[in-house]
Nanobody, 128 residues
Framework: QVQLVESGGGLVQAGDSLRLSCAAS????????AGWFRQAPGKEREFVAN????????YYADSVKGRFTISRDNAKNTVYLQMNSLKPEDTAVYYCAASESARSGYSWSRSDLRGGYWGQGTQVTVSS
């Protein structure tokens, strides 16, 4: 089993930056594709970014492209989401996800993570 724990969320002002971390357990995590989703109140959970097992391939939703960067440090079993130029519309609960079978390099839906793993989420609030 793989367990994912997000951290790093908080309250920031528009234009500020924040880095989220996703700490994973499980010795096979280094071989898993991983990514981030977010869900705002009253909205459906939406895809943010993903990264392949080696960290050499990434994909971003258009809404965050150029502002957010996903990365991973497999030696630390950790995935990161660096968020720059934050906007109020970025306010959401951010969830880390990982899958042994999901293909990275394209936008993920919830169904793509079927059989995968999810963290508990961390709140990001961006004030204007």
């Amino acid at each position: 089993q793989v367990q994912l724990v997000e951290s790093g969320g908080g309250l920031v002002q528009a234009g500020d930056s924040l880095r989220l971390s996703c700490a994973a357990s499980g010795r096979t995590f280094r071989w898993y594709a991983a990514g981030w989703f977010r869900q705002a109140p009253g909205k459906e959970r939406e895809f943010v970014a993903n990264i392949n097992w080696s960290g050499g391939g990434t994909y971003y939703a258009d809404s965050v492209k150029g502002r957010f960067t996903i990365s991973r440090d497999n030696a630390k079993n950790t995935v990161y989401l660096q968020m720059n130029s934050l906007k109020p519309e970025d306010t959401a609960v951010y969830y880390c996800a990982a899958s042994e079978s999901a293909r990275s390099g394209y936008s993920w839906s919830r169904s793509d993570l079927r059989g995968g793993y999810w963290g508990q989420g961390t709140q990001v609030t961006v004030s204007s």
